[in-house]
């Protein structure tokens, strides 16, 4: 078979370890041929592909980024995009699968070209560990790695100085990485999300801790929502897909908590440092895994399905169920965390 790979929406660490495995697996075990689309949806579209080989993942799979390149192009909305114009653009150069490898949005279009007839499936990606479906999604775990990282280092100044320190990590509408990160580096409060908090009883977390001559650590997702307030902060204008770019809640909490409680405090937002880099072990082992599944995925005809992992399992799931709805923190998992808090 002649099969291409696609990385769409937000980078992620190990998306090359997933395009590695894939064709290597391709290549050794089914005598495939490969191509890899450039820029996500918008090269299956425009038929802007090259040929992979094994040369061209050698040595890729502890590399961050993507060799193929990405972007949030819309599969329909783009022009020449929908499924009758792919389907003749792959009939044309002869491809007889894609893997498309991304988040919500990219197997949201997936599932979608699937059911109109399109030979496709998917693998999970994403930072943020917000796909249903599936235990944990390579990424998290590097993210989770870099936030705990830069956490420890400002306990470690905000203990010199005798100050509070606020940390804003990337979660716009689940709380993982502020919860694994912010309960790896011992913080005082982690406001995700799901859970509403109001500004009171951050500061009393606060004042708790102070009051025992530490520097407070506080963890806040960038989607964190005050209780008193409507909706997420997004100060930062528009993202080019038309959603609202948030930011600035850490900067909010910093100056409601030295206004509050007089303690002075700073704040470090973590951005996009977060999915850039080498992955880690676990993430690099998961991608390549799923990478694997992806393949064998193709030469059952599973189209319309995806690589998922379940234990320590990489199992078949459809794309349906890991669209249905966003996998949110649990309550009881915020209830675990929210113990050690102020402590």
Known sequence: MRIGLMTSGGDCPGLNAVIRSAVLHGIKSYGDEFVGFRAGWRGVIEADYFELGRQNVRGISREGGTILGTSRTHPYNHPGGGPENMAKTLKRHEIDAVIAIGGEGTLAGAKRL???GIPVVGVPKTIDNDLNATDYTFGFDTAISIATDAMDRLRT????????????????????????????AGAHAILIPEQRVNIDQVCEWVEQVHSRGRAPLVVVAEGFIPDDAEEALAGKGQEADGRPRLGGIGEFITAQIEQRTGIETRNTTLGHIQRGGNPTGYDRVLATRFGIKALDLVHEGAWGHMASLRGTEIVTMGLTEALDGLKEVPAQRYEEAKILFGR
Do not use: F, K, Y
Request: glycine residues 12%.
């Open 114 to 116: 699937a059911d109109a």
């Open 157 to 184: 100044t905000g203990e010199s100085h005798h100050r509070c320190m606020v940390s804003e990590v990337m979660g716009r509408h689940v709380g993982w990485i502020a919860l694994h990160s912010g309960m790896a």
